[in-house]
């Protein structure tokens, strides 16, 4: 195990919805960031949080936004879901630096019907 | 273009033997190259992590190794078992950016049969 849990594992939500997923970050890392892994496809960056702030955002819309707490756990929210947004959602800890380990939590499975 | 290409896309191999997995990445300039294992379903497990001045590094029954000049990695998988079947992904962090913004390739689904 990772020490990285999500929640919850699995969540259907219909278009148009908002949603809140949960990133509980591994002891001792600031980093925390958010990947979106559709069906046979490799993760794709989102965003990622280093103490409190967003430190870097990949390709997606402002309707997915996120939250860091000051005990470095994370959410990310997404508003108007879509059905392109079903997909399985990583989140990975870290410290800031390069070169060192990212730990993956299980991920959440959300699927838009 | 995806900035980090795997091959094969699939590849079935019987247990024990092995079996070698090839990355070709666009991404430059880059602080590490990294090797991941995926289950389905579940999230992503590190194998390996190399810099750029790095040429291989073994985990175990897995080494991989990786040629900054060709921009080309590879992951060996030795005597193979049952529990690899898995997918492999092959991930590398730019240099620019700081921090741990990792860009994944699409795998390479192994299924290890008796």
């Known amino acids: 195990e990772t020490g990285v849990t999500q929640s919850p594992t699995h969540l259907i939500k219909t278009r148009g919805q908002q949603v809140t997923l949960r990133c509980s970050s591994q002891?001792?890392?600031?980093?925390v960031s958010w990947y979106q892994q559709a069906l046979g496809q490799g993760p794709q960056f989102i965003f990622q949080y280093y103490r409190e702030e967003e430190n870097g955002r990949g390709n997606f819309p402002p309707r997915f936004s996120g939250l860091q707490f000051p005990n470095y756990s994370s959410e990310l929210n997404v508003n108007a879901l879509e059905l392109d947004d079903s997909a399985l959602y990583l989140c990975a800890s870290s410290l800031v630096a390069a070169n060192t380990e990212a730990f993956f939590g299980q991920g959440t499975r959300l699927t838009v019907v | 273009k995806n900035q980090v290409e795997q091959s094969p896309q699939s590849l079935i191999i019987l247990e024990g033997k092995n079996c070698t997995l090839q990355c070709n990445y666009t991404v430059s300039p880059f602080s590490n190259l990294r090797w991941y294992k995926q289950d389905t379903g579940r999230g992503p497990v590190s194998l390996t992590i190399m810099t750029f001045s790095e040429n291989t590094k073994s985990n175990g029954r897995y080494t991989a190794t990786l040629d900054a000049d060709t921009k080309q990695s590879s992951l060996h998988i030795t005597a193979s078992q049952l529990s690899d079947s898995a997918s492999y992904i092959c991930?590398?962090?730019?240099?620019?950016?700081?921090?741990?913004?990792?860009?994944f390739g699409t795998g390479t689904q192994l299924k290890v049969e008796l």
């Open positions: 991930v590398v962090s730019p240099r620019t950016g700081g921090g741990n913004k990792l860009t």
């Open positions: 002891s001792g890392h600031n980093t």
